[in-house]
């Protein structure tokens, strides 16, 4: 089986792609694995965490932006596992003050070029993750929680990673679903009206999602969504227009 034969070997070129003096490719590459590894492999990649997941930590910070993008996938997708309880708080206080610094020219940017491309990338592979730790280890946040609920919707919608858009915004209409305490929260209720507005039937959005998050605003009722609409953006208030007229009949 590739976990007892095949990944041993793979763990072992990435512990040497990480080492000290390793260069911006032998790194990119290294996390590149990683990432594929924990996505793909879940918990059968835990007892290899030792030999790079403290470095994907530090590689979220890395000067080198395909390093932080494979970096931060690699810490998001192993979120999912119950181990990662223990690094929660730390990986969460990283992506936090990289969006201190950084989230506001992300939401700004218009990325062109492909250094800036890259960087966009790299950020929005963090605000991913920063939702994957809220969704899966919120009670280990604590009191930090609402925080950084907070910091991950003001970071909304993805505006580069396609495929990373797409299931962050799944992500969010799911929460909504299950009527989240602090993702539904009053105050919160128009930023995600606004995001899910904003990306309905663009590229950051499928056929799939588009349809329920018109059955989702429909649900809502006309009087409750209304005042929702009424604290938001003029362009998202006639999406959401748009979005009610293309509901179907029947959808709740």
């Not at 070029?113 to 280890?137: F, N, P, T, W, Y």
Request: net charge positive; glycine share 6%; aromatic share 6%.
């Amino acid at each position: 089986e590739f976990t007892h034969v095949a990944l041993p070997i793979y763990m072992q070129l990435v512990q040497q792609l990480l080492r000290p003096d390793a260069s911006e490719s032998d790194r990119s590459l290294a996390f590149y694995i990683t990432d594929d590894a924990v996505e793909s492999l879940g918990e059968r990649s835990v007892p290899f965490w030792s030999n790079f997941m403290n470095q994907a930590l530090q590689g979220m910070v890395d000067k080198s932006a395909m390093v932080r993008q494979y970096a931060s996938s690699t810490i998001g997708g192993a979120t999912r596992q119950p181990i990662f309880a223990q690094m929660a708080p730390a990986a969460a206080s990283q992506i936090h003050r990289i969006l201190q610094k950084q989230g506001e020219r992300h939401r700004r940017r218009r990325a062109v070029k492909a250094d800036a491309l890259q960087s966009a990338l790299a950020v929005d592979a963090g605000i991913r993750a920063l939702g994957d730790i809220a969704e899966h280890h919120e009670q280990r946040l604590g009191e930090h929680a609402a925080t950084v609920w907070s910091m991950w919707l003001s970071n909304l919608p993805l505006k580069y990673d396609q495929d990373g858009g797409q299931r962050a915004h799944r992500q969010l209409l799911g929460l909504v679903v299950r009527s989240h305490p602090l993702v539904t929260a009053p105050q919160n209720l128009p930023q995600v009206v606004s995001i899910l507005a904003e990306v309905y039937k663009t590229k950051f959005s499928n056929d799939s999602l588009n349809e329920d998050i018109a059955k989702a605003m429909a649900c809502m009722g006309e009087a409750p969504l209304k005042e929702v609409c009424s604290s938001i953006q003029e362009k998202h208030q006639k999406k959401v227009e748009r979005i009610l007229a293309n509901a179907k009949a029947g959808a709740c």
